[in-house]
T-cell receptor
Framework: DTGVSQNPRHKITKRGQNVTFRCDPI?????LYWYRQTLGQGPEFLTY????????KSRLLSDRFSAERPKGSFSTLEIQRTEQGDSAMYLC?????????????FGEGSWLTVV | AQSVTQPDIHITVSEGASLELRCNYS??????LFWYVQSPGQGLQLLLK??????LVQGIKGFEAEFKRSQSSFNLRKPSVHWSDAAEYFC???????????FGTGTRLQVFP
C-alpha cells in the first residue's frame, strides 16, 4: 500500500534561494492538496488540484509560491526567493472526491527551514 | 466562512482515564467534520469523519465523536486512554461547495502512566 509520498522530507536553505517540493499522491486519486503547518498551529490550506487543473488557491499563496500538477499525477510546490517566514512543514494530501465520503490522505510532510 | 475552534491547547490525562477533546465549528449549513491525529514530525492520520446520518461516529483506535448540530460541536471521546494516544489532535471542517478542509489549532494530548 503506497501512501502519499513527499520529497525531500527536510530542506534547509538560505534566505533568497528557491526550493521545490514534490508530492506523489495515491495513484488513483484525482484530488491533490497542499497545506502549510507552522509550529503550534493546524494545517492551513494553500491550494488544490482536480487532475491537472488548479481549482482553488488561498490568499496565503503569494506570488512567490507556485504549484503545478502537469499530468494530473505528481505535483510540485516551488517557493521562490525564500523568506524566514516560509519556514514550516508543507503537507501534501490526496483523495477521490471527499464529498462522496472518501478520505483525504496526508503525506508525512516536507520540513523547510530558511536560515 | 468556515472556522474551527479547539478551546483546549493542551490536555493531560492519566493512562486508563476517559478523554474528551472539544471542537466547535462555524458554518452556515451542515458541514463535513473530521478528526485527525498527528504524532511529532509526522503527517496526519484520519481518526473518523462525519458526513451524514448517525450523529455518533466510530473511528479507529477506539475513538468516537458526536455531532451536535444545536451546539455546533463535534467532540472526540475515548473511554480509556493508552500511553500511545499521546499526540496532537486536529478537528477539521469541510464545506459542501469546496474540497478544502479548515483545521483548528489542535489539542496536544499528554498521557501519564
Amino acid at each position: 500500500d503506497t501512501g502519499v509520498s513527499q520529497n525531500p522530507r527536510h530542506k534547509i536553505t538560505k534566505r533568497g534561494q528557491n526550493v521545490t517540493f514534490r508530492c506523489d499522491p495515491i495513484s488513483e486519486h484525482n484530488r491533490l492538496y497542499w497545506y502549510r503547518q507552522t509550529l503550534g498551529q493546524g494545517p492551513e490550506f494553500l491550494t488544490y488540484f482536480q487532475n491537472e487543473a488548479q481549482l482553488e488557491k488561498s490568499r496565503l499563496l503569494s506570488d512567490r509560491f507556485s504549484a503545478e500538477r502537469p499530468k494530473g499525477s505528481f505535483s510540485t510546490l516551488e517557493i521562490q526567493r525564500t523568506e524566514q517566514g516560509d519556514s514550516a512543514m508543507y503537507l501534501c494530501a490526496s483523495s477521490l472526491p471527499f464529498r462522496s465520503g472518501n478520505t483525504i490522505y496526508f503525506g508525512e510532510g516536507s520540513w523547510l527551514t530558511v536560515v | 466562512a468556515q472556522s474551527v475552534t479547539q478551546p483546549d491547547i493542551h490536555i493531560t490525562v492519566s493512562e486508563g482515564a476517559s478523554l474528551e477533546l472539544r471542537c466547535n465549528y462555524s458554518y452556515g449549513a451542515t458541514p463535513y467534520l473530521f478528526w485527525y491525529v498527528q504524532s511529532p514530525g509526522q503527517g496526519l492520520q484520519l481518526l473518523l469523519k462525519y458526513f451524514s446520518g448517525d450523529t455518533l461516529v466510530q473511528g479507529i483506535k477506539g475513538f468516537e465523536a458526536e455531532f451536535k448540530r444545536s451546539q455546533s460541536s463535534f467532540n472526540l471521546r475515548k473511554p480509556s486512554v493508552h500511553w500511545s494516544d499521546a499526540a496532537e489532535y486536529f478537528c477539521a471542517v469541510g464545506a459542501r461547495n469546496t474540497d478544502k478542509l479548515i483545521f483548528g489549532t489542535g489539542t496536544r494530548l499528554q498521557v501519564f502512566p
